[in-house]
């Protein structure tokens, strides 16, 4: 990595991986070609026994810290990732998924420089690859109180004493991101949106194919975050949702993936 961005902030990239050595490669690649150099990469692989070790181990002077050993799930991965974070912001590019761009840490870095106020949490759109190779840009959404994520959390740099401070809820499965946010919008931490892409994401993410289990753990954090009214239609929704995909046959399909 080329420092093309002298005396800036240091930004800690992490990637879990687990038993994914036909994505892997493209995603470490992704990170080490980025020409903001102040970068520090860390991987968190869970105990992997299909030769992503190897794949590792071939990047490993690239790598500012890694680790293969068995975890409780995606999130407890991450949090092992927070913890080891030194930089000034982190973000999270887990395998399979990709940079936009090799400027993109450039930019995010450069727009959050000239940001007012102190944002904690800084997010970008996404681009969603089809079948047939093509891009969408999915737009991201102000930070509001819903009951789903506004924003993909592959495109968000986030405040590392922020996330030492939090970290996430290991109990939920599928949706600790989603409680992460939801307590900092409760305790009113600067959300920043800004408008460009800054991943494009792998579809065949454990919370994407697993579809149900994860509006139920979206259920639990609602139940667990959110008061009055709101909470209530929000559940409803979320139920609605469930029985709509149950009645549609869509969690059949997505599981047979």
């Known amino acids: ?7 800036t902030p240091l930004i800690t990239v992490v990637t879990v991986a687990y038993n994914s050595i036909d994505t892997l490669e ?6 080490i070609t980025q020409d903001y150099g102040n970068t520090e990469y860390i991987l968190i692989d869970g105990g992997s026994t299909d030769g992503s070790i190897d794949m590792i181990k071939k990047y490993a002077s690239r790598l ?6 068995k975890d409780n799930g995606i999130y407890h991965a991450m949090n092992k990732g927070i913890r080891m974070a030194s930089g000034e912001w982190i973000c999270f590019l887990n395998s399979g998924d990709v940079f936009a761009d090799t400027s993109i840490l450039g930019k995010m870095l450069q727009a959050i420089t000239c940001l007012s106020g102190s944002p904690q949490i800084v997010y970008g759109n996404i ?7 093509t891009l969408i840009e999915r737009i991201a959404k102000e ?3 819903i009951h789903r994520m506004y924003f993909c959390h592959q495109s968000a740099f986030v405040k590392t004493s922020l996330m ?4 996430f809820d290991e109990r939920y499965k599928f949706s600790a991101d989603l409680k992460f946010f939801k307590q900092c919008y409760y305790n009113r931490q600067a959300f920043i949106h800004l408008n460009f892409p800054v991943v494009i994401y792998d579809t065949n993410g454990i ?8 509006l139920r753990d979206n259920i639990a954090v609602v139940k667990a975050t959110d008061r009055g009214l709101k909470k209530y239609l929000f559940l ?22």
Do not use: H
């Open 164 to 167: 030492k401070n939090y970290l």
């Open 26 to 31: 493209k995603t470490i690649q992704s990170v």
């Open 236 to 257: 409803l929704r979320l139920y609605f949702v469930i029985y709509w995909r149950r009645l549609t046959g869509k969690n059949r399909s997505a599981n047979k993936k």
């Open 1 to 7: 990595m080329v420092n093309l961005f002298p005396a």
């Open 143 to 145: 930070p509001c109180n």
């Open 64 to 69: 500012s810290a890694w680790m293969s050993e």
């Open 207 to 214: 919370s994407n194919t697993r579809r149900e289990d994860g």
């Open 127 to 133: 681009l969603i690859r089809n079948p047939d190779g």
